[in-house]
């Protein structure tokens, strides 16, 4: 049974260089993180709005057209050295993920999204993972591991992170639909579930024709 989402708030080496947070506002993601969570491993919570930008609690959002925040041009190398920009995949349905191989409920979703970008590959589907605070060695050992073919941005300083820091917090994992414009339809704030996440992209699928 995997550890409490807020978990992945303690990240090993520490990400303190790289942040502007206070650590009121990290403990308030910790207590956040617990109760909605539960601590259990269970689905995340579900909740929809109807718009803004602001990082909410852990569970499900979806932002209609007109009120979608627009994704950062973020760019970088990958685990494997390419180099990778995401506006080269506007146009495409893309799932943007954060992660890191020491974060427990990351390797619990990591087999569901593995699975999920096999299945949705050719429907047009583009994941990506973004690697926080990591290193390159047991990130493509956790890689290796959970049979994650997609391409991930390696950001051991969270500089792509806090790029998205209007969207999400300071705490991982996270998970982010991009629209065929290249503007957030979606996020998950903690782990994902299959049948949360296989929900989100046939309506965004089903959106985009």
């Known amino acids: 049974m995997p550890a409490c989402p807020a978990a992945a708030a303690h990240p090993a080496p520490p990400r303190a260089t790289a942040r502007t947070i206070t650590t009121t506002r990290v403990m308030t993601w910790l207590a956040v993180g617990a109760l909605a969570a539960g601590c259990g491993g269970g689905p995340v919570t579900q909740a929809r709005t109807s718009g803004g930008e602001t990082a909410g609690s852990v569970g499900t959002t979806s932002f209609p057209p007109g009120h979608r925040p627009a994704a950062p041009a973020v760019s970088g190398a990958t685990l494997t050295g390419a180099r990778l920009r995401l506006a080269g ?3 495409t349905i ?4 954060f992660w890191a191989s020491w974060c427990v409920p990351c390797k619990a979703e990591g087999p569901v999204l ?3 970008s096999h299945a949705y590959q050719a429907r047009g589907v583009q994941f990506i993972g973004v690697d926080i605070s990591d290193t390159r060695a047991a990130a493509v050992a956790f890689e290796r591991r959970f049979g994650i073919g997609y391409p991930s941005l ?10 998205f820091g209007r969207v999400i917090p300071p705490a991982i994992p ?5 629209d065929r414009a ?3 339809e979606a996020r998950v704030i903690g782990q994902v579930t299959y049948p949360g996440l296989k929900q989100l992209l046939d309506h965004a699928l089903k959106a985009a024709s």
């Open 94 to 97: 893309v799932v943007l993920n």
């Open 174 to 178: 996270d998970t982010l639909i991009l």
């Open 182 to 184: 290249g503007d957030i």
């Open 154 to 163: 390696y950001d051991p300083s969270a500089r792509t992170e806090l790029a």
């Open 89 to 91: 995949y506007r146009g």
């Open 114 to 116: 593995a699975r999920l």
